[in-house]
């Protein structure tokens, strides 16, 4: 439990004060969701705004759901739940940006939009399949027969794997249509999507679309940033209020953790990012309020929470995946 806590405030105190390097971030959760960075042996709670790198595993528990961002454009995938995820590489240069995924298990949409002079490629990888885009709105999921690919807006690049992970037949699934691929299928039409894709990704789909162009908004208004300040602000006193409400979880705290999310509170609190705090949370309740509830929530379920390590399907899929040579069709072409 001690190591629970440990690895919780250093996160909250690296959400605080940022990283060296942003190349995708948590924009918005809801539930169980939990991340395993790249150099941790153990999962640990997602928290809004956590920044992400390559290598990193987001997983969503039953009723979870997550969304990161991934560069200027807002360009997003929102996880659904029961959903394994990792970010195998992020490159981000002037000219390009080129992200690589491997879902494991669950279901994603994807948000992913041009930038005018940089040359984009989105790849995402499945058990049975590759799909990767320049630009377009899709669903991808991966169950334990098939993997499924539907498209909203543009057209996606879908190529079927053998059981050696040599690259199948190569089809353009466009909008409006799916594809269902299983493993060694040789060959894959696309089709009108059905009432079950729609009812699967459609509520999602408009959400991050509509999130999308909120960020755009705030971003240009210079508000984002006060909005994220705040947010962190309502996570930290949530933190704070279960400790100061559970005095055996604060007796478990050496006085350096203590001493340490002390100081970060009360830098959020006098920085000059969130001087206007009480005007921000007035004007955006929705986007704030409910970060300290949630916080609050979720670290009293820690204490039941026993599932530390990844667990024996999800490092068989991984492996298996692994093993695979990496086949990537080019980026759908108009």
């Known amino acids: 439990m ?23 971030v948590i924009s918005d959760l809801e539930g169980d969701v939990f991340v395993k960075k790249v150099n941790d042996a153990e999962l640990n709670i997602a928290e809004i705004d956590m920044e992400l790198a390559d290598g990193d595993i987001i997983i969503t528990k039953k009723g979870g759901k997550a969304e990161i961002v991934f560069d200027e454009n807002n360009s997003m995938i929102t996880l659904l739940e029961n959903t394994q995820l990792v970010l195998t590489k992020m490159e981000n240069t002037r000219a390009e940006q080129n992200t690589f995924i491997e879902l494991i298990s669950g279901g994603i949409v994807n948000i992913i939009n041009k930038t005018a002079g ?121 933190i704070k209020e279960f400790i100061k409400s559970n005095p055996d979880w604060k007796s478990k705290l050496t006085p350096e953790q203590m001493a340490r999310i002390h100081l970060v509170l009360k830098s959020e609190r006098s920085s000059d990012d969130i001087r206007n705090f009480k005007e921000v949370l007035k004007k955006y309740p929705s986007l704030i309020e409910k ?29 298996r995946m692994q093993k695979m040579s990496r086949p990537r069709p080019g980026p759908a072409k108009k």
Request: hydrophobic letters at 40%.
């Open 291 to 319: 970060y300290r509830h949630m916080q609050i929530e979720r670290l009293g379920k820690l204490k039941d929470f026993k599932e530390r390590g990844l667990s024996k399907d999800f490092l068989e899929k991984r492996q």
């Open 2 to 24: 001690k190591n629970i806590l440990k690895a919780l405030l250093i996160t909250a105190f690296l959400v605080s004060f940022g990283a060296a390097e942003t190349k995708a």
């Open 118 to 238: 940089i040359k984009k490629t989105f790849e995402v990888k499945t058990p049975f399949a590759v799909a990767a885009v320049k630009g377009t709105q899709f669903g991808v999921e991966a169950l334990e027969k098939e993997s499924n690919f539907g498209v909203f807006e543009g057209e996606v690049a879908v190529n079927g794997i053998d059981a050696s992970g040599n690259p199948l037949e190569e089809t353009f699934v466009t909008e409006n249509n799916e594809c269902h691929i299983a493993q060694n299928q040789r060959s894959y039409k696309p089709e009108k999507i059905r009432n079950r894709m729609q009812k699967v990704f459609g509520e999602a789909h408009k959400k991050s679309l509509a999130n999308a162009a909120l960020y755009a908004k705030l971003k240009k208004s210079g508000d984002y940033e006060k909005i994220k300040a705040a947010r962190r602000v309502m996570v930290l006193a949530g």
